[in-house]
């Protein structure tokens, strides 16, 4: 018998009662995602509360297997979630904003960091103590981050490019942290090399791909892009580029992973790789299509009639929307890019299953039966709110301060008084100007004409002055409440370090003070953050339907 069970799994049917409460787990969660994302673009709060009501902390109506399948599926859903980020991250733009994202980054590590010591003040807590709590607090949740933005549609703009790259430095660190903080809780010293393997690691795995697109990949793909023609029809079909998209993202994290980094780093540098790829596919092609054009034009015949020419005008016009069409159906299908492959093949299991499972699985590790004593409760929110303003301040980088607000103070005063001076000084009547403005030649109007425009377009009766350039704080508050939410990197940080016993000042029964405040931080940031994020960006949305009669986006250049 034990042979039999050895040798093959034995199917038995489910029982009607695993059934519905698989079948109300699944239903549940994705009612909430929907209503919630309707109303406040949160709905993986929903899902967070209904993992605390199914798991282990709440209800217990699944037992621990069935956690940790629903854990190690939701995080292939997260894998898959960074890797959509990726694909929607122009390569351009990510170079052009790199040095904001790491500022961004830098800032949202080291606050939090900073901040954490005042655990020594709250809990009695040691300099150890308050750097794990901080380690733990320091990351910001990818999965959150990016569910937010791409409810939102704010991914493929500036702002959102600024935010994942942030949100994913954040997230390389705070993985360095977790071997860090496993080293520390194992050997209770520091060890150079434990510590700096993962940075490097992480630094160098990057660079790598980096080197290796710029050097090898990219005139590869260029040769072989130019003879396209000769390979067989299946290569251009979108199940073959569904194949090899999918192995480059499996191959990049598998090796990511062997290597000592992060595989949901590894799946966002897939990501861009792809997308990378994409846009080289779309200069060959726009630069192909030039050529051709030009030639056309080389070789249509001058010498022939006028009644010739204009039916062949004809003909070309009534028959070119047929060909155009055609070509785009045929460059469709030639080469799919990564964008279109995901939203064929993955975004619907990814939106209705994996991620909620994802999401579920967090908040079956919010041990919300311990969290509710008095001591525990208000300093955890203390903690939580100072967590809070250390993700805020990294909102500073995207306010516009003036150079010098007094001398902007000084011209803003002076300004109503050179109108009147230059008024004053060429006293003329408007319809003089009026005529003399018709007859005179037109120019361009430069820099030194200012004065000038601004004189003739005054008058005392009707006052015409500049309205001030507006400066808005949306993107900076979008930015800085988005990087609030914690996630899976904080509670695995703050798990390995009290299972190393680093939360413990001596043995007890049950989860140490440290830790149940630490976990409190971690869940009011995970929870507040998107709500805050969902309010504020239904304003925006209000305000970009009303842009036409604005004249601007409340989001300015960050909206790009």
């Not at 959509?84 to 980054?105: C, D, F, Q």
């Not at 705070?174 to 510590?195: E, H, P, R």
Request: charged share 15%; proline share 5%.
């Amino acid at each position: 018998m034990a042979s039999e069970s050895e040798s093959a799994f034995a199917y038995h049917e489910p029982s009607i009662k695993t059934v519905l409460n698989y079948t109300g787990f699944l239903l549940t969660l994705n009612i909430a995602n929907t209503c919630l994302d309707r109303l406040l673009y949160c709905g993986l709060i929903g899902q967070l509360f209904i993992g605390v009501l199914w798991g282990t902390p709440g209800a217990q109506w699944f037992d621990q297997e069935t956690e940790r399948v629903v854990q190690q599926i939701g995080y292939l859903g997260l894998i898959l979630l960074i890797y959509e980020g990726g694909l929607s991250t122009s390569t351009k733009s990510l170079k052009a904003n790199i040095l904001l994202s790491t500022a961004v980054a830098i800032t949202g590590i080291c606050v939090p960091m900073g901040l954490s010591f005042i655990l020594k003040e709250l809990l009695s807590a040691t300099f150890l103590q308050s750097f794990a709590a901080g380690a733990a607090l320091s990351a910001t949740s990818l999965g959150t981050t990016f569910t937010i933005l791409s409810t939102t549609q704010l991914t493929t703009t500036r702002l959102g490019i600024v935010t994942t790259s942030a949100a994913m430095l954040d997230d390389v660190l705070g993985l360095v942290m977790v071997q860090i903080i496993s080293n520390l809780g194992s050997t209770d010293s520091f060890s150079a090399v434990n510590v700096i393997r993962p940075a490097l690691v992480s630094i160098g795995f990057a660079v790598g791909l980096l080197l290796l697109c710029a050097f090898c990949l990219h005139p590869g793909f260029k040769k072989l892009l130019g003879c396209k023609d000769k390979f067989p029809a299946s290569v251009g079909t979108a199940q073959f580029a569904f194949l090899a998209q999918t192995c480059v993202l499996v191959g990049i994290v598998a090796g990511a992973t062997y290597a000592g980094t992060s595989s949901l780093f590894a799946a966002y540098l897939a990501g861009v790789i792809v997308s990378w790829f994409d846009g080289l596919v779309a200069e060959t092609k726009t630069s192909i299509a030039g050529s051709q054009s030009s030639d056309s034009h080389e070789q249509t015949p001058n010498h022939q009639g006028s009644t010739r020419n204009s039916k062949n005008w004809r003909t070309e016009e009534t028959h070119s929307p047929r060909v155009q069409t055609q070509e785009t159906e045929i460059t469709h299908d030639d080469i799919p890019t990564g964008e279109l492959i995901y939203s064929k093949y993955y975004k619907a299991p990814v939106n209705r299953l994996l991620l909620p499972f994802f999401f579920a699985s967090i908040g079956f590790a919010i041990p919300i039966t311990k969290m509710f004593s008095g001591q525990v409760v208000w300093r955890g929110i203390i903690y939580a709110m100072l967590m809070a303003i250390g993700k805020m301040i990294t909102g500073l980088w995207l306010v516009r301060f003036s150079p010098s607000p007094v001398s902007g103070l000084v011209s803003t005063i002076k300004k109503p008084f050179t109108y009147v001076h230059s008024y004053c000084a060429n006293p003329q009547p408007i319809s003089r100007n009026s005529n003399q403005s018709k007859k005179a030649p037109q120019r361009l109007a430069t820099q030194d004409d200012s004065a000038e425009i601004s004189c003739t377009h005054f008058s005392p009766r009707f006052p015409h002055f500049p309205p001030p350039k507006p400066k808005s704080l949306y993107p900076p508050a979008i930015l800085g409440l988005a990087m609030i939410a914690r996630g899976e990197v904080g509670y695995l940080i703050a798990s390995i370090a009290e299972s190393k016993g680093m939360f413990s000042n001596e043995s007890s029964e049950g989860p140490s003070e440290i830790y149940l405040v630490v976990i409190w931080a971690i869940s009011l940031c995970t929870l507040i953050g998107p709500i805050l994020v969902g309010t504020l960006v239904r304003r925006v949305k209000k305000l970009q339907q009303l842009k036409v009669d604005m004249g601007a986006d409340p989001l300015g250049a960050y909206g790009i």
